[in-house]
């Protein structure tokens, strides 16, 4: 059974940082695909960033030059590093896994989530 845990959310203020990990386990793929999304209240769970097997990064336009998507592959562990937040970027942030090359911006894709970590930043 795939299972992905998440952590390193919390309460930060404008301008400031934090560093999301996820950790994925229970799996035998050889290739593939994580991603971050994001959810605020009221809003669909969007794109926000992707990694294909330590390699391509995906970022979306409102996160680009900000966040920076990294893997440890040898511990099947991707990182979401986060500057410059902003009060807009307060959401849940949601892990996600998938065997798929192609999409991979694209909710759908994914085969496997995480429960969330909330990120709540301050103005």
């Known amino acids: 059974q795939v299972q992905l845990v998440e952590s390193g959310g919390g309460l930060v203020q404008a301008g400031g940082s934090l560093r999301l990990s996820c950790t994925a386990s229970?799996?035998?793929?050889?290739?593939?695909?994580m991603g971050w999304f994001r959810r605020a209240p009221g809003e669909e769970r969007d794109f926000v960033a992707a990694?294909?097997?330590?390699?391509?990064?995906y970022y979306s336009d409102s996160v680009r030059g900000r966040f920076t998507i990294t893997s440890d592959n040898t511990n099947n562990t991707v990182y979401l590093q986060m500057r410059s937040l902003k009060p807009e970027d307060t959401a849940l942030y949601y892990c996600g896994l998938t065997r798929a090359f192609l999409g991979v911006t694209t909710r759908t894709t994914y085969d496997y989530w995480g429960q969330g970590t909330q990120v709540t930043v301050s103005s």
């Open positions: 990694i294909e097997w330590g390699t391509r990064t």
């Open positions: 229970g799996h035998t793929f050889s290739r593939y695909t």
